[in-house]
């Protein structure tokens, strides 16, 4: 059972990669949306990022495992995976000190980082994997798990259960990841390894590591959606929260189980077509090795029985005239051979010949040869030798010669290397290899690996090999010799990658031919299911994460339009500009206060922006003041829509508002204004265009940012100026003052 389990969850590997990767990359964008603002981002945004690069490793294992793999292609998997464990360190490094735990410094991971990269130059990737993986991933996950633990108390009731959910599915992932190792040749990853775990258990360490992150990016998703419920204080979506995570775990288990089925289906399919072409082929191979031997085979029965060279009535050999000279030349010619014989019964040649150009044979010791012990005991041969000086394969084939009374008295022998089947077979469009009763390859298309095992031999066997074919490679293509049909790894161009093999023998003496197909061929089918799940799987989150946005935003206008009738209650107008429903000048100057002492103590970034009308008085000269008015409201409209709601978009006074954005530096808040201005440009207000007054509507800017030094009348000084020079250099444009850090004035 363990092993049939074993073997099925071994060929949807590709599948478990991309579930794999898939959980760390909604744990990267989930990170993300929790982050929001506040001291504690860039622990947020540090986690999102390992599970970014995680997810990207994982995928990338996917890829090495569909197309090859490659020294080079190792190398980039390993160092990434090495940078996301560094990611997660720093995360759970953060975080302590959030808790007031002590932490080192973040050069910490400088040391750690050398260490895999000596181990990497001195023994290895798979070494430098697995001491990546104890030294970096192990504490790392163990930190992160000590973080949500110790996170957990200020979070509430229901939020809190999912944080020692979280901390303890990270603890599980940090024996899974960080101890589970790939085989390295040191302990205990010679001990505890992942291939003595599916050896245990028949299930991929691969598998449980995914499960696990689906855990963690779960538990991470409900803690954001219950801290956000709490923030709305709305029994309605802390309702819709919960049905909405039944849902959506309910909704992914079925997309990922329907995706698996249909990856296997289409993997099912191709395999059954790869394995009938296989077959087909293997068939077309076989019979051109069998066509080509067999017409010499044929012309070598046709030898051994003619008149000539069978032996008189008074003979006991085979005929040594010119008449049998002439014959066997003739046969060598006709088919093809490079040389042919006729052996006496003690293994003597009676007569040889050769084709064009070659030199006859005159000795040998044939009488110990396989073909000629055979056909002297009346059983015509086949058999192909080796030569390493030519690098090719040489077909004999012998027949008994036989007196008038049907004893046999001597042999006929004819060989022909197969050098012309050979280069034809180069342009087969899939790898072929011609296999010796041991399976050395001894002809194939694949020229850089001939000779070579295609399986391990013994030290025995290999000696014996290396006797008859000289020094060879003796790295062998598979892990285990071959049956009639298997899904094995075969090294390739780019290292060694999985691949259909199929063999059948060809003749009595054990030589076969196979032929292999590569993985990414077989894989492709199998990707396509993969995409389709992929795109099921976004398609459905994006569906309820705007099923979620839209709740949240309808609760958010309503206690808007809630806040907003209580406040003109309470004399919202104390605050609003009665013109253009903007903030006033009282509301921004206290909140310009707040703001700045916001920006001092968590060092956030604070910009100011000014802004007014140009020739406004011309406006009001050439159509009045209720077109001037009009023209504000207008104006007051269209910035409030292109504004963020933490904005704090005032009329300044007359024609001037102010623009004042917390989270946001200089270079964010000029291009902002760039934009507004490129927007006021094109603003249509009845009553006024460039027909009636000779312009339209513009606005000149002024922006700077804040400094820990400024005081508010500096703050809104420099920004003074910037529109100042705005006006200066022609209306209708940007500006920026900047206070410059080298000589404390401006810049």
Same mark, same amino acid.
């Given at each position: 059972?363990?092993?049939?389990?074993?073997?099925?969850?071994? =060929?949807? %590997?590709?599948?478990?990669?991309f579930f794999? /990767?898939l +959980?760390?990359?909604l744990?990267? $964008?989930?990170?993300?949306? *929790?982050?929001?603002?506040?001291?504690r981002?860039?622990g947020?945004?540090?986690?999102?990022?390992?599970?970014y690069a995680h997810g990207?490793?994982?995928?990338?294992?996917?890829?090495a495992?569909?197309?090859?793999d490659g020294?080079a292609?190792a190398?980039a998997?390993?160092?990434?995976?090495t940078?996301s464990?560094?990611?997660?360190?720093?995360?759970?490094?953060?975080?302590?000190?959030?808790?007031?735990?002590g932490?080192p410094?973040?050069?910490?991971?400088?040391p750690?980082?050398?260490v895999?990269?000596?181990?990497a130059?001195?023994?290895?990737?798979a070494?430098?994997s697995?001491?990546?993986?104890?030294i970096i991933?192990?504490? =790392?996950? %163990?930190g992160a798990?000590?973080?949500?633990? /110790?996170g +957990?108390?200020?979070?509430t009731? $229901?939020?809190?259960?999912? *944080?020692?959910?979280a901390?303890a599915?990270f603890?599980?992932?940090?024996?899974?990841?960080?101890?589970?190792?790939?085989?390295?040749p040191?302990?205990?990853?010679?001990v505890l390894d992942?291939?003595?775990?599916v050896?245990a258990t028949?299930?991929?360490?691969?598998l449980?590591?995914?499960?696990?992150?689906?855990?963690?990016?779960?538990?991470?998703?409900?803690i954001?959606?219950?801290?956000?419920?709490?923030e709305l204080?709305?029994?309605r979506?802390?309702?819709?929260?919960r049905?909405?995570?039944?849902?959506?775990?309910a909704a992914?288990?079925?997309i990922l189980?329907?995706?698996w089925?249909?990856?296997?289906?289409?993997?099912a399919?191709?395999?059954?077509?790869?394995?009938a072409?296989t077959?087909?082929?293997?068939?077309?191979?076989?019979?051109?090795?069998?066509?080509?031997t067999?017409a010499?085979?044929?012309?070598?029965?046709?030898?051994a029985g003619?008149p000539?060279v069978?032996?008189?009535?008074?003979?006991d050999?085979?005929?040594?005239?010119?008449a049998?000279?002439?014959?066997l030349?003739l046969?060598v010619?006709?088919?093809?051979?490079?040389t042919?014989l006729?052996?006496?019964?003690?293994?003597?040649?009676v007569?040889?010949?050769?084709?064009a150009?070659?030199a006859a044979?005159?000795?040998?010791d044939?009488?110990?040869?396989?073909p000629?012990?055979?056909?002297?005991?009346?059983?015509?041969?086949r058999?192909?030798?080796?030569?390493?000086?030519d690098r090719?394969?040489?077909?004999h084939?012998?027949?008994?010669?036989?007196?008038a009374g049907?004893g046999v008295v001597?042999?006929?022998?004819l060989a022909?290397?197969?050098?012309a089947?050979?280069?034809d077979?180069?342009?087969?469009?899939?790898?072929?290899?011609?296999?010796d009763a041991d399976?050395?390859?001894t002809?194939t298309n694949?020229?850089?690996?001939?000779?070579?095992p295609?399986?391990p031999?013994?030290p025995?066997?290999?000696?014996?090999?290396?006797?008859r074919?000289g020094?060879l490679d003796?790295r062998?293509l598979l892990?285990?010799e071959l049956g009639?049909?298997?899904?094995?790894?075969?090294?390739?161009?780019?290292?060694y990658?999985q691949?259909?093999?199929r063999r059948?023998?060809?003749?009595?003496?054990?030589?076969?031919?196979?032929i292999?197909?590569?993985t990414?061929?077989?894989f492709?089918?199998?990707v396509?299911?993969?995409?389709?799940?992929l795109?099921v799987?976004?398609?459905?989150?994006?569906?309820?994460?705007?099923q979620?946005?839209?709740?949240?935003?309808g609760?958010?206008?309503?206690?808007?339009?809630?806040?907003?009738?209580?406040?003109?209650?309470?004399?919202?107008?104390a605050?609003?500009?009665?013109?253009?429903?903007?903030?006033?000048?009282l509301?921004?100057?206290?909140?310009l206060?707040?703001e700045?002492?916001?920006?001092?103590r968590?060092g956030?970034?604070?910009?100011?922006v000014?802004f007014?009308?140009?020739?406004?008085?011309?406006?009001?000269d050439?159509h009045?003041h209720?077109?001037?008015?009009?023209?504000?409201?207008?104006?007051?409209?269209?910035m409030?829509?292109?504004v963020?709601g933490?904005?704090?978009?005032?009329?300044?006074g007359?024609?001037?508002?102010?623009l004042l954005?917390?989270?946001?530096?200089g270079?964010?808040?000029?291009k902002?204004?760039e934009?507004?201005?490129a927007?006021?440009?094109t603003l249509?207000v009845?009553g006024v265009?460039?027909?009636t007054?000779?312009f339209?509507?513009?606005?000149?800017?002024?922006v700077?940012?804040?400094?820990?030094?400024?005081r508010?009348e500096?703050?809104?000084?420099r920004?003074d100026?910037?529109?100042?020079?705005?006006?200066?250099?022609?209306?209708?444009?940007?500006?920026?003052?900047?206070?410059?850090?080298?000589?404390?004035g401006?810049?």
């Open positions: 059972m363990r092993e049939t389990l074993s073997a099925f969850l071994d =060929a949807q %590997l590709d599948f478990i990669f794999y /990767g +959980a760390f990359l744990l990267g $964008a989930i990170c993300f949306a *929790a982050a929001g603002e506040g001291p981002r860039a947020w945004v540090t986690l999102a990022f390992f599970g990207a490793v994982e995928w990338l294992d996917l890829l495992l569909v197309i090859g020294v292609f190398l998997r390993k160092a990434l995976m940078g464990y560094l990611l997660l360190l720093e995360f759970a490094r953060m975080e302590a000190g959030a808790f007031g735990a932490k410094g973040r050069w910490i991971h400088i750690l980082a050398l895999v990269a000596v181990v130059a001195g023994a290895g990737l070494s430098a697995a001491v990546a993986r104890y991933g192990f504490p =790392a996950a %163990l798990a000590l973080v949500f633990a /110790g +957990a108390r200020t979070l009731a $229901a939020a809190r259960r999912y *944080a020692y959910l901390a599915a603890a599980l992932y940090a024996f899974c990841a960080g101890l589970v190792v790939a085989p390295a040191f302990w205990p990853a010679n992942s291939r003595r775990f050896e028949g299930v991929p360490i691969q449980l590591r995914g499960l696990l992150a689906c855990v963690i990016a779960f538990s991470v998703w409900s954001r959606q219950h801290q956000l419920a709490l204080s709305s029994r979506f802390a309702t819709y929260l049905r909405q995570f039944v849902w959506t775990v992914m288990m079925a189980l329907c995706g089925g249909l990856t296997d289906f289409l993997g399919i191709y395999q059954r077509n790869i394995q072409e077959r087909s082929d293997l068939d077309l191979l076989a019979s051109r090795f069998v066509g080509e067999a010499l085979a044929g012309m070598t029965a046709t030898l003619s000539s069978r032996p008189g009535p008074e003979g050999a085979p005929q040594a005239s010119e049998a000279r002439i014959t030349r046969h010619e006709a088919s093809g051979a490079e042919g006729l052996l006496d019964a003690s293994g003597r040649i007569a040889a010949a050769a084709a150009g070659e044979p005159s000795e040998g044939y009488a110990s040869k396989r000629f012990r055979e056909a002297i005991g009346g059983v015509a041969s058999c192909m030798t080796y030569d390493p000086a090719s394969v040489v077909f084939a012998s027949a008994p010669i036989r007196d049907g001597g042999v006929a022998m022909k290397p197969l050098v089947l050979q280069a077979l180069r342009r087969f469009d899939r790898r072929y290899f011609l296999l399976g050395v390859v002809m694949r020229d850089a690996i001939m000779p070579r295609m399986w031999l013994s025995d066997r290999l000696r014996e090999v290396e006797r074919y020094l003796d062998p892990e285990r009639e049909s298997n899904w094995v790894a075969l090294e390739g161009e780019q290292g990658e691949g259909y093999v059948r023998f060809i003749d009595t003496e054990g030589w076969s031919v196979a292999a197909t590569p990414r061929e077989l492709a089918s199998r396509l299911g993969i995409v389709v799940t795109l799987t976004m398609m459905t989150l994006i569906y309820l994460i705007g979620e946005r839209r709740l949240q935003d609760i958010q206008m309503e206690k808007r339009l809630r806040l907003q009738e209580l406040a003109r209650d309470l004399g919202q107008q605050v609003t500009d009665r013109l253009t429903g903007l903030f006033n000048r509301k921004f100057d206290q909140a206060a707040s700045m002492l916001r920006a001092q968590y956030a970034p604070l910009s100011l000014l007014d009308v140009d020739n406004f008085k011309s406006i009001n050439a009045g209720q077109i001037g008015d009009r023209t504000l409201v207008r104006l007051a409209e269209a409030a829509g292109l963020r933490t904005d704090i978009l005032a009329r300044w007359g024609e001037e508002f102010a954005t917390p989270g946001v530096d270079a964010a808040a000029l902002a204004a934009k507004l201005r927007s006021i440009e249509d009845d265009d460039g027909t007054c000779g339209g509507i513009t606005c000149s800017f002024g700077t940012q804040f400094s820990d030094e400024d508010a500096d703050f809104v000084g920004a100026e910037a529109l100042y020079l705005a006006k200066l250099r022609g209306r209708n444009r940007v500006e920026m003052v900047t206070r410059s850090p080298a000589a404390g401006l810049a």
